[in-house]
């Protein structure tokens, strides 16, 4: 009696297509060119890829219990002097959650009040003056390429070999009770554990 052939998609087979695909979903989301002639000044391509960095970021960072007001209480993602780039996180986290919390996106201008906010993202033009309030507080700092260098944050986007990329100081998150994975840290370019880049 002949034994019957397994067909191609056995369970078996379709579990490891699926963990095939998600390593390759996960591998895609942190592999975003950031070349200069696919990036026109505040063009889609930009605004997209850093927008799914900044939501991505919120994955990985554990808060304190007490930066959340109530067990419900949305991750509040505020963006500083970045309204284009806030209008397009806007649409990419619509229906999607953080570490089982919804997730709202403010946009800020210089003066205006930062309290409440999870992940701060400094947009151009900002001063290390803007964001002293911040310091110590649970707050994800995240620097855009062309944030000077002497204004602090937790996560800083940069350029390498034309592909967007960010370096993390660990320092500044513990200063802020921030815990970071590891998971983040290794896709990081850079990982400073003394000073903030």
Known sequence: ?????RAPWSPAWLRWGWLCLAAFAAGASWAVDDRPGDWPEGGGSELRTKAVYL????SFVAWPAKAFPTADSPVVIGLLEADALADELSLVVDGRSLQGRSVA???LHAGDPVGGVHVLF?????????????????VLTVADTSVPVGVRSMVRFLVVDGRLRFDVSLKAAEQASL????RLLAVAHRVDTG???
């Open 179 to 182: 815990g970071i994975s590891a």
């Open 122 to 138: 400094l947009g151009r033009g900002v001063d290390a003056l803007g964001i002293e309030a911040l310091r110590g507080q649970p």
């Open 105 to 107: 996106v403010r946009k």
């Open 1 to 5: 009696m002949r034994t019957p052939r």
């Open 195 to 197: 000073t903030t880049p």
């Open 55 to 58: 939501y991505q970021f919120g």
